[in-house]
């Protein structure tokens, strides 16, 4: 029985419906500091939570006979540089809360870091999967400490925690929010809405990417991993592609000839994705529990436009 934090978000809201198919639609507790129309929100248990209110995050997870706690709620990287207290509180208040939940009630336990758990200093290309981290953006540091914190709660209390460093994520069905990868959503939206983007991340900014779908069974997969094959918990790089805006815009107009891409750079957020990694190594992922990714770049965006398509013109398929 799954307790999801933050399940209304870019990936929970996709990872609850997943869930709910493998586990039953009453063994996933969905829950969130707002409700909406989504189909996490309503095909299945949900409760309103602050994952900041330590009692809440307990009585959430007790009510619901957790045996798992899948900690999602977060402020990402734009939104963390713009209220950096606001996000160590959230961020970090609200990861204590969840793994002290877990840990009185003996459950496994997931929360994602990423790839900005990597800055300066660190190799770009073929990033390791054990090597320096020193990032200096907020969010980085909430996602450093929050390995640490859920390696700690491992070695200390022998509590299952397990994460993923994910690059950015692409998904059509809830918009992610405050990123700095969102550049790549927002150009899907944007090529099958009106045939163009401005793009505010710079040509030749290289990033790692992957499809919701991967994102969604790699969680699944690591989490049923067996225990005594893990030599890392805390946590692993995966990744799909390495693509820059460019190549992005390249493989949409194989299907929309005529998109056009531009750029108004937003200095903030390119200064993030400047601290992060090019291309990271995610050998230990394969190795250790058997990841691997099943969409590339090309197959990625024939989905994703075939998905948006359907969303704006429920009759009408693609051109
Ligand atoms: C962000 N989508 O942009 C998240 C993610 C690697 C990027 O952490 O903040």
Known sequence: RILVTGALGQIGSELVVKLRELYGEEAVLATDIRSNSSEAA????????????????????????????????????????????????????GLVNALEAARALGCQFFTPSSIAAFGAGTPKVGTPQDTLQRPLTMYGVNKVSGELLCDYYFAKYGLDTRGIRFPGLISHSAPPGGGTTDYA??????????????????????????????????????????????????????TAM????????????????????????????????????DAIDATAAAEEWGFRAEYDLERMTADMLAKLEEKRRPDQKIS
């Open 242 to 277: 390495s693509v820059d805006p460019e190549a992005i815009a390249a493989s949409i107009r194989r299907h929309i000839p005529h998109f056009e891409l531009d750029y108004d750079v937003d200095p903030v957020r390119q200064s993030i994705a400047d601290e992060w990694p």
């Open 185 to 238: 959503v927002d150009m899907y939206v944007e090529a099958v809405r009106q045939g163009a983007y401005t793009s505010y991340i710079a040509k030749g900014t290289f990033l790692d990417m992957m499809y919701m779908p991967d994102a969604i069974r790699a969680v699944v997969q690591l989490m049923e991993a067996d225990a005594s094959r893990l030599k890392h918990r805390n946590a692993f790089n995966v």
């Open 42 to 93: 309503q095909s299945g248990p949900f409760r309103l939570l602050d994952v900041t209110a330590a009692d809440a995050v307990f009585e959430a997870a007790k009510d619901h006979r957790a045996d798992t706690i899948i900690h999602l709620a977060a402020l990402l990287s734009a939104t963390a540089e713009a209220r950096p207290l606001l996000a160590w509180q959230l961020n970090m208040g």
